[in-house]
């Protein structure tokens, strides 16, 4: 197995480019799975990445792609960084700008073109280079499988994560041209989306093997509730569907080392010296007060709707609310004004790694009312930094999450406040649940304890990623 070689490609890796949690995972499980595989990264190099920082310097010259009638420029990069080989494709069309994906607003209009250069660019990675394995991730990889059907000299197995099916990279009819497909792919069961290309059903239907990121986000996403037009077509191809739920680094994601904070902790005595700092630092009022905060992208997937409608009557309690986000305008707008309506909610806007550290680590309580989450990282991270989170029970925050009423110190289960409606009463009531057991000192403090010592690794997930490879290697 040491010699085998592994390709993981993903359109954002941290600490290179990151917009969530599909940066971590691209970070954390190629750095989990390198003790038994010779494991390289590969990602586009976008003009924001700073080269000299990390090294990067490129590899070869610069050579032309054809895609359909245009040549496109790529030359490809590498770097060594915390003794992990990475690879950049560099593009002009794909990296010089501003965004990964677009304004908040929505994508590029060309986004089509732009990662189906990435994909050819992956393509010719293994033309030139022997890998057993090409790990792709999310609709931005997921043309790859298809590509490499045609390819017929090229030995490699293509295994396709899915992080997010609500994403799946629509495009025009026309692009088919554009990408240089053949016409013959247009069809429902490759990829023809509604008179539309979908990148996402190449994946699918190409791939050899498909994971995602939860057992229980791989089941939801065979029914019409969760699987976004595509449950039938995940149905087909099940059996070689299977749900491994993520871990997180627990170096980088480390409450005892973590230079981020203003004191590194193990235990609730270090835990408030942070909460205390941070309470200074965003100026609030009542310090004494339990802190719920949120973090994550201001979109309709992460509950904005009930968490902005729920909002007013949470500030009511004897609680400080701090939300630090990104992402679309009218959420953002309308937590600017509850934010200057109420002096116990706090905004932070932006995206701020730092920041997000300190506030993990600050805080007492973690809001995630997602209507849909494929794994979720935050409720493991706040779990780790002794936050406890208050969670919609679906996809990963199911597996992840168990409800403190059923607490069992013997388990390696990690506990929170779970609720089963995603509406503004539901929440309300987990908040008022949250605050009554942050008012029963001793068992909330034997939960905190509990959560910061279980195991959110990637142990588990990365020896069944193994088990999965190398029944695609037996499969050769
Ligand atoms: P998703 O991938 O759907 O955005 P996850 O919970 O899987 O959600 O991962 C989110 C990751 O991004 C976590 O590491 C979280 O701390 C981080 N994050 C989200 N929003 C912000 C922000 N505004 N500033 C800093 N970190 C953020």
Redesign the pocket.
């Known amino acids: 197995m040491g010699d085998s070689r592994i390709l993981f490609a993903a359109s954002e890796v941290y600490p290179f480019a990151?917009s969530?949690?599909?940066a971590?995972v691209a970070y954390s499980l190629p750095r989990a799975l390198n003790n038994t595989y010779d494991v390289d990264v590969i990602m586009p190099l976008y003009q924001f990445i700073d080269r000299e920082r990390f090294g990067i310097e490129a590899m070869g010259e610069t050579f032309h792609i054809m895609m359909g009638r245009k040549a496109y420029p790529v030359t490809f990069y590498i770097c060594k960084y915390e003794d992990m080989t990475y690879r950049f494709v560099y593009t002009p069309l794909l990296c010089d700008r501003a965004f990964l994906y677009g304004p908040p607003q929505g994508g590029y209009a060309d986004n089509d073109i732009r990662f189906a250069l990435f994909n050819y660019a992956v393509l010719e990675i293994l033309k030139r280079d022997t890998y057993e394995v090409v790990h792709l991730n999310d609709w931005q990889t997921a043309l790859l499988p298809l590509l490499l059907k045609n390819e017929p000299k090229i030995e490699t197995k293509s295994f396709f994560t899915i992080?997010?099916l609500a994403y799946q990279g629509i495009f025009d009819k026309k692009t088919l041209s554009r990408l240089g497909i053949d016409e013959k792919y247009f069809h429902m069961d490759s990829l023809e989306f509604y008179g539309q290309v979908n990148f996402m059903k190449a994946g699918i239907a190409y791939a050899d093997r498909i994971t995602t990121v939860s057992p229980t986000y791989a089941k939801e996403i065979l029914t019409p509730e969760f699987g976004c037009g595509l449950e039938g077509f995940l149905q087909y191809h099940s059996a070689k569907l299977t749900g491994i739920v993520n871990g997180i680094d627990t170096e980088h994601f480390s409450p005892s080392n973590d230079k981020m904070l203003v004191q590194p902790y193990t235990d609730l005595r270090g835990k408030s010296v942070n909460k205390s700092a941070f309470l200074k630092e965003i100026k609030v009022k009542e310090p004494q007060r339990p802190l719920i905060v949120f973090?994550?992208?201001f979109t309709s997937?992460?509950g904005l709707e009930i968490l902005i409608d729920t909002l007013p009557d949470m500030a009511l309690m004897v609680c400080n609310l701090v939300i630090?986000?990104?992402g679309e305008k009218q959420y953002h707008d309308a937590l600017k004004a509850l934010a200057k309506k109420h002096d116990n909610i706090y905004l932070e806007s932006?995206?701020?790694?730092a920041?997000?550290h300190r506030m993990y680590a600050a805080s007492d309580f973690f809001l995630m009312p997602s209507l849909f989450e494929p794994?979720?990282?935050?409720?493991m991270?706040a779990m780790h930094y002794g936050s406890i989170p208050v969670v919609h029970r679906v996809g990963g925050l199911a597996d992840t999450v168990h409800d403190h009423a059923e607490f069992d110190s013997k388990s390696q289960k990690g506990y929170g406040v779970v609720f089963t409606k995603p509406d503004h009463d539901a929440l309300l009531h987990a908040v008022e649940k949250a605050l009554q057991l942050y008012g029963t000192k001793t068992k909330c403090n034997k939960i905190v304890k509990h959560n910061m010592l279980c195991d959110f690794s990637w142990r588990e997930s990365g020896e069944l990623y193994i088990k999965e490879y190398e029944r695609l290697r037996e499969e050769s």
Not at 350 to 353: I, V
Not at 375 to 379: D, F, K, S, T, Y
């Open positions: 990151k969530g949690g599909l971590d992080h997010n973090i994550g992208r997937q992460k630090l986000g990104d932006g995206y701020d790694e920041l997000s794994c979720g990282l935050a409720q991270i």
